[in-house]
């Protein structure tokens, strides 16, 4: 029995050995640098062949015009590659062949990329015009750098901020409850759907305690800015009850159905706070009429992303409406004292108060901004990408021509790509160092 479990060991560590050896794949094997980004093909053998791209070069040449014969002149580096004084909706053609000389059946899988694409922004000599890089064969694709690299973009919340008090002393009864919810409802493409006794579809969404102000219990909600009716509730005011108990007299759990909070004047830049009363009727309990007017906690329109190079300071204050932008039919982005924090002080510092961010080195980090109510504690907080880069350039590393494109062996293919300045107004630069092809 000992002598056959011996051979069976060494029987195992045989095959093991073969497997590691002949199986380059195999998880234990380090593949050799040298054979990196190689392309693999099944052969109908079913035996892998790599080719490593040796057999393939790539020569371009440019035209003004982008007619077949009008590429003439050889592009050999940036220079070539680069445009200055580019007119308002002109183009630089070229056309890059790529030649696959490798021999036999040898076809090869090739995709072209500009090594490195940069865009100078606005900050020195002047404004500059808008990019995008388009192909027209062996495919069709493109794409616009410029609005890739805007200096900043905009996000906006389309929610609105309601407020509720339940009073801290004499509490109507029925009211004794800590959690509290409300029930909107929502234009549809079908209308607006109804609010019935017990909500649209019976669908509540919890309220978030907020402090206490004035001998009042406050709590808040965000909803969406198409809300058009809610009202309010405890925690579990319709469990067990039947339609006929919601409107008895004993059973005052819920507010009266608050119609139109367009028409109480709430607005994602204008929060009302819905207050509860002792007042009954049909068995709903009432709020002050009309609901009143809260400095709360609510942010409109804000920075996506910020782009800000090193040795230049960037005003991200949400009240800087040069840089900022506020939404049509509104006056201002946010309501409420906001608060600035960056996410990776190596990458930038920012003043908490005025929201100027001063760069410390080129990264990507996070903007933090804050708002805090006035009437109540409360906070909002919103999320902005800082770009910090050492120059003033917008730079697109490896950007992608053409992809996957096959060249049988001996042959070569053509690729028609171009660079268009889209700008109504302005000239345009850029700079690309060099193409490189991979498998």
Same mark, same amino acid.
């Given at each position: 029995?000992k =002598?056959? =479990?011996?051979i069976?060991?060494?029987?195992l560590?045989?095959?093991?050995?073969? *497997?590691?050896?002949?199986? !380059?794949?195999f998880?234990w094997?380090?593949?050799?640098?040298s054979q990196s980004?190689e392309?693999?093909?099944?052969? +109908?053998?079913n035996?892998?062949?790599?080719?490593?791209?040796?057999n393939? +070069?790539?020569?371009?040449k440019?035209?003004t015009? %982008?007619k077949?014969? @009008?590429?003439?002149?050889?592009v050999s580096d $940036?220079?070539g590659?680069?445009? $200055?004084g580019i007119?308002?909706?002109?183009?630089?053609?070229?056309r890059?062949?790529?030649?696959n000389?490798a021999?036999?059946?040898?076809?090869?899988?090739?995709?072209?990329y500009?090594?490195?694409l940069?865009?100078?922004?606005?900050?020195?000599?002047g404004?500059?015009?808008?990019?995008?890089l388009?192909?027209?064969? /062996?495919?069709r @694709?493109y794409r616009?750098?410029? +609005?890739?690299?805007?200096?900043?973009s905009?996000?906006t919340?389309d929610?609105?901020?309601?407020?509720f008090?339940?009073?801290?002393y004499?509490t109507?009864? %029925?009211?004794?409850?800590?959690?509290f919810?409300?029930?909107w #409802?929502?234009d549809?493409?079908?209308g607006?759907e109804s609010l019935?006794a017990?909500?649209s579809?019976?669908?509540?969404?919890k309220?978030?305690? &907020?402090?206490?102000?004035?001998?009042?219990?406050?709590y808040?909600?965000d909803? !969406?800015?198409?809300?058009?009716?809610?009202f309010f509730? &405890?925690?579990?005011?319709?469990?067990?009850k039947?339609?006929?108990?919601l409107?008895a007299?004993?059973?005052?759990?819920?507010?009266?159905t608050?119609w139109n909070l367009?028409g109480?004047?709430?607005?994602q830049?204008? @929060?009302?706070v819905?207050?509860l009363?002792?007042t009954?009727?049909? %068995?709903? *309990?009432?709020?002050h009429? !009309?609901p009143?007017?809260?400095?709360?906690?609510?942010i #409109?329109?804000y920075?996506?992303t910020?782009?800000?190079?090193? %040795?230049?300071n960037y005003?991200? @204050?949400?009240? *800087?409406?040069?840089n900022?932008?506020?939404?049509d039919?509104?006056?201002?982005?946010?309501?409420?004292t /906001?608060?600035y924090?960056?996410g990776?002080t190596?990458?930038?510092?920012?003043?908490?108060? *005025?929201?100027?961010?001063?760069?410390?080195?080129?990264?990507?980090?996070k903007?933090?901004?804050?708002?805090?109510?006035?009437?109540y504690?409360?906070?909002?907080?919103?999320?902005?990408?800082? =770009?910090?880069?050492?120059?003033?350039?917008?730079?697109f590393?490896?950007? /992608?021509?053409?992809r996957?494109?096959k060249?049988?062996a001996?042959? $070569?293919?053509?690729?028609?790509?171009?660079?268009?300045?889209?700008?109504e107004?302005?000239?345009?630069r850029?700079?690309i160092?060099?193409?490189y092809?991979?498998m």
């Open positions: 029995m =002598k056959s =479990k011996v069976l060991a060494i029987v560590a045989v095959v093991l050995l073969i *497997t590691i050896l002949s199986v !380059p794949t998880s094997f380090s593949r050799p640098q980004g392309k693999m093909v099944l052969n +109908s053998d035996v892998y062949t790599a080719y490593n791209g040796m393939v +070069s790539i020569t371009t440019s035209s015009t %982008g077949s014969d @009008s590429y003439t002149t050889s $940036s220079t590659l680069s445009g $200055s007119t308002t909706h002109n183009r630089k053609y070229f890059t062949t790529i030649a000389t021999q036999g059946a040898v076809e090869q899988n090739v995709s072209l500009a090594k490195t940069s865009i100078p922004t606005g900050a020195t000599g404004a500059n015009g808008t990019l995008a388009g192909v027209n064969g /062996p495919t @694709s616009d750098y410029s +609005s890739l690299a805007t200096k900043t905009f996000s919340r929610a609105m901020r309601v407020y008090q339940k009073p801290k004499n109507p009864n %029925g009211w004794s409850g800590t959690e919810y409300i029930c #409802n929502e549809t493409n079908t607006i019935d017990l909500g579809n019976g669908t509540y969404y309220m978030t305690y &907020c402090g206490e102000k004035d001998n009042y219990y406050n808040y909600v909803i !969406p800015k198409t809300a058009t009716h809610a509730a &405890c925690e579990n005011w319709a469990e067990g039947q339609q006929s108990d409107t007299d004993n059973w005052k759990k819920r507010t009266q608050l367009g109480d004047g709430q607005t830049l204008q @929060s009302k819905y207050q009363t002792s009954v009727t049909n %068995g709903n *309990t009432q709020v009429t !009309p009143y007017n809260v400095d709360g906690a609510c #409109n329109n920075y996506n910020i782009f800000v190079t090193t %040795g230049s005003n991200a @204050s949400l009240a *800087t409406t040069a900022i932008p506020t939404r039919g509104y006056s201002a982005n946010y309501i409420g /906001p608060h924090y960056s990776n190596s990458v930038f510092t920012v003043d908490e108060t *005025t929201g100027v961010i001063t760069p410390v080195a080129a990264g990507e980090a903007l933090y901004t804050k708002v805090v109510g006035t009437s504690s409360d906070e909002q907080q919103v999320e902005t990408t800082v =770009k910090v880069t050492a120059a003033n350039d917008y730079v590393n490896d950007v /992608p021509i053409v996957n494109v060249i049988p001996g042959e $070569s293919v053509d690729v028609y790509w171009y660079v268009i300045n889209n700008s107004t302005t000239n345009l850029y700079t160092d060099s193409l092809f991979g």
